[in-house]
């Protein structure tokens, strides 16, 4: 609400109520849809994004803090009132049992409980006093898994940085194994001693870490290893370990470690020492830091913390990193839906300038397939030009926004962008699509799955290599057909065969139920929104596609009593707004409409300035909340 505050923004468009049973007309459904459009547009920042928390999971900001401890600059980045209001971020989230959960809304696990004690100890520099989780209800009843991630990560040599991994993984595993590799260990303080006899149900001098490597929490643990896989874990730390720290084979190693440093100053180089996420960040700074504690690398990491850091109602808190793009793609799209543009035309402006602005024009520097990375000029990202990793759905949505802008007067909405650079655009996705006709996020995909059985991770499953995705085809249709009707002369056969293997795709993934799987949101009818949306993009109908029928009626069975959609026994307006947008896409409802006398009077109940009411999406990722529920319902 800072912005407006500063702005003073006042509504000044009559507030609209709707009564239970009562009919929606069109004139009362545009003055919300407008009172929306004006509220959503006070919310922009002056350089054209809408700024949005991107948070959620509760083991981002426990790392960073230990890090600047062991770097000796945790009071000079983060000032006593900062970490007031990190501590405040942390108590707000705190389960009734006492522990922390692995995002804002989960059931408490050890990982993060243990991360966020730690992490309360450090910037309380005293014992705490809240409720933890003994270690006797943490299933096994030992070691905790936040306390053996470096040694048991560190443990498992041999992943060296590598075009076979997905980019998130590989780019943590990268400083990982340097830290490692270099034998590195934090300077013993009076409060890790104290830490030391917290944590452990035994004296840590006593603890035998050969013996509980494989030691894992059961509320942690998600995706157990199989058998064969320890046993290579443990054969190449029992018999190649020793080889590797003793002459001539510990040359070996560090070269190893030399190599591994120039991939990670060319990462941090490329994405401006932002890095492609949080966790990645915190590791290269680390690194940098043990490689020089005086050197700029290092340096440069701390100038570029305040990208990550952002503060909410619950206390100051790091995200992810930064939504800006994906957020202003989608805002623009929902606000060009509205046909307002004498209302809201400077709005428009400055976000087709963001935009604008925000394309990336080069590729990684220097031989960068050499250094694993992909193909990036014409991209958009995630989050801004600086960081520069090209994202797919990104990609689309923003080239979707830039032919709908390009035809509306220049002075209303600004120069378009030049044919040339969409055109790099329509070749990141192009060189994104699989065999299977998916696309996939980062990278290329097509790796092996066998290689996911080599995933180290006991809590995260199928993140090991790059996968195809429901959501980022959908979006890719999308956008290319938009594009395919604006330049229709740009590399047509190539599109139309993406869109047809696209399409194909999409079906094939389809659910027996009629829904598909969403990974980058909750879940189901967010993911059906989408493939319903690509398909039909590209002519399939109600009439003439049975995975189109399929998707209404599984839509429409789970609407629940009160009128709306959710994904348990509640209902949730974003949820049902992403539902109603599937079903307008999917023409059901020419056939027969879904129930709206319950949902008319919640979908209309705007606060008295043209927001909706924020309601729990069951996500580990917090995005802006009421400015997300306002997006939907644009």
Known sequence: MQFLKEKRFKQTIRQVKVEDEEEITYETATTAMRRAAHFFSALQASDGHWPGENAGPLFLFSPLVMCLYITGDLESVFPEEYRKEMLRFIYCHQNEDGGWGLHVEAHSNMYCTVLNYICMRILEKGLMVAKIMPAHEAGNGSLTMAVQFPYLLGEKPGFRYTSKMCCYFRLVYMPMSYLYGKRFVAPISPLILQLREELHTQPYDEINWKKVRHLCATEDLYFPHLLIQDLVWDSIYIFTEPFLTRWPFNKLRKKALEITMKHIHYED?????INVACVEKVLCMLACWVEDPYGDYFKKHLASLPDYIWIGEDGMKMQTFGSQLWDTSLGLEALLACKLTDEIGHTLMKGHDYLNKSQVRDNPSGDFRSMYRHICKGSWTFSDWDQGWQVSDCTAESLKCCPLLSVMPPEIVGGKIEPE???????????????????????????????????????????????QFVESTASAIDALVLFKKLHPGHRKQEIETFIRKAVQYIENMQRPDGSWYGDWGICFTYATWLALRGLAAAGKTYHNCLAVRKAA??????????????????????????????????????RKRPNTSSLSSKALDQFSEGRWRFSSTGNCWSFPEDLYDTLSKL
């Open 269 to 273: 180089d490329n994405s401006r020492y």
């Open 421 to 467: 650079r969409l055109y790099d655009a329509i070749n990141v996705l192009l060189s994104l699509q699989s065999k299977n006709g998916g696309i996939s996020t980062w990278e290329p995909a097509g790796t092996s799955k066998w290689l996911e059985l080599l995933n180290p991770s006991e809590l995260f499953e199928d993140v090991f290599i790059e996968q």
């Open 553 to 590: 009626a599984f839509l429409l069975k789970l609407q629940l009593d009160d009128g709306g959609w959710g994904e348990s026994y509640l209902s949730c307006l974003a949820k049902t707004a992403w539902t109603l947008m599937g079903l307008i896409h999917s023409g059901q409802v020419s």
